[in-house]
């Protein structure tokens, strides 16, 4: 949600892509058109958003699933403003200099968590390279502040790579979220073209980092496709994943939010995306999530609720 309406134009909010070359942006597949938001649940969950002054990626990344996951009162809250300190290729996200954080973000995320009834929340933020820790307290109050609202709620974080903020993973993991997500977004080769602001190899040590502060959550990484990669580049983005022990991968379609932003090279077909699916299940993935429109918060809570099964079966087998 904007509440910046400077940041709807487009020349303020990505600055940095104004000296960009226009790109078509092509015409999408018949498997890529989703319905438009609409309905009473829909309604409601923006209503709430709006009212407690939040903002979420759903909107602001411009999600193509916004309609059936609002209308489904499920929403991604991001923290720590509109205002990303990175400029990425792919994201829609605002990049610019953020403002100060709100100390009192935490509590109205939850208190939209509990009027929303959640059972599984997902919580994201901007990249917040100005802070000396990231924001890696920031999400540890929110994480807090969910769980006195509402203990059942289960808490899945998807954070930024909290470059060189030294200790910022420990702090987050040690406040136990239940499932916790970093996208490595493409494959190595690409970084320097969609991700140059983070390194591949850090992204995984992070993750691994998880783990190794404690081995009970469950973590998560997600690759958009479409950017020029190939599949065997993805198979070996899968085996870096497994070596660092991430339980759920997802795999979606790419699609180009604004001419400036980098091209679709290619639309994935849904049997692709099948292919891709076989392909991570066979690597020992708990959990895979690939189709065109998957997203990283997608049916986040079914699918938590499916890992969480998938593991225990694994416990009782052994």
């Given amino acids: 949600m904007t509440y910046n309406p400077e940041l709807l134009k487009r020349e303020k909010r990505h600055p940095e892509k104004q000296k960009n070359p226009n ?10 058109k989703v319905k438009a938001p609409q309905g009473k649940a829909y309604s409601e969950t923006h209503s709430i958003v709006k009212n407690l002054k939040l903002s979420t990626v759903c909107e602001e990344a411009g999600c193509p699933n916004v309609g059936e996951c609002w209308d489904k009162k499920h929403a991604t809250f991001m923290i720590m403003g509109e205002v990303c300190t990175r400029a990425c290729s792919f994201c829609n996200i605002a990049t610019g200099k953020p403002e100060q954080l709100d100390n009192m973000e935490p509590l109205r995320v939850a208190v939209a968590i509990e009027k929303m009834g959640l059972n599984h929340v997902v919580i994201t933020s901007v990249d917040r390279d100005d802070l000396p820790d990231g924001g890696a307290m920031h ?5 807090e502040a969910i769980r006195f609202k509402s203990p059942e709620t289960t808490i899945e974080i998807l954070t930024p790579d909290f ?10 993991a040690k406040a136990k979220p239940d499932v916790f997500n970093h996208n490595l977004e493409t494959v190595p080769r690409l970084y320097p073209k969609v991700r140059f602001g983070a390194r591949y190899f850090d992204s995984l040590r992070l993750l691994q980092r998880v783990k190794e502060v ?25 085996d870096d994943m497994r070596s660092a022990d991430i339980d759920f991968i997802t ?10 932003h980098a091209p679709v090279e290619r639309f994935w077909t849904p049997e692709e995306f099948a ?21 990283s918060s997608y049916h986040a809570g ?17």
């Fill in 23 to 32: 790109r078509p942006m092509g015409k999408k597949p018949e498997w890529i």
């Fill in 139 to 143: 999400f540890v109050k929110t994480i």
């Fill in 163 to 172: 470059k060189k903020k030294t200790g910022a993973v420990d702090v987050v």
């Fill in 214 to 238: 404690d081995a009970s959550i469950f973590t998560k990484s997600g690759l958009m496709v479409g950017l020029g990669e190939t599949m065997e580049e993805v198979g070996q983005v899968m």
């Fill in 251 to 260: 795999i979606g379609q790419y699609l180009q939010p604004t001419p400036k």
């Fill in 275 to 295: 292919s891709l699916e076989k392909m991570a299940r066979g690597k020992g993935f708990l959990m895979v999530s690939s189709t065109p429109l998957t997203r």
């Fill in 302 to 318: 079914d699918d938590f609720a499916k890992l969480r099964e998938v593991r225990e079966k694994k416990i009782v087998k052994k």
